[in-house]
């Protein structure tokens, strides 16, 4: 993976994020899963998008 982490103000994908060695040992010492991650990441992007549509937001979640 070559290290573009913030590179240019470009942001990293959630699969840079989580094959990070430092991200990957913090999850393994908190016992959480990549799938848990990405559960919430898809949690989170529903819930932006039903604030979007029921109160109106200047970008659409993605």
């Known amino acids: 993976m070559p290290n573009r982490l913030f590179h240019g103000n470009i942001e990293p994908s959630i699969d840079e994020l989580l094959s990070d060695p430092i991200a ?3 999850r393994n010492r ?3 899963e990549v ?3 990405l559960v919430t990441v898809e949690r989170a ?3 932006l ?3 979007c549509l ?3 937001c200047a ?3 993605a």
């Open 35 to 37: 799938d848990d991650v």
């Open 59 to 61: 970008e659409t979640a």
């Open 24 to 26: 990957q040992l913090l």
């Open 45 to 47: 992007k529903a819930a």
């Open 49 to 51: 998008r039903h604030r």
């Open 30 to 32: 908190d016992r959480i």
């Open 54 to 56: 029921t109160r109106g």
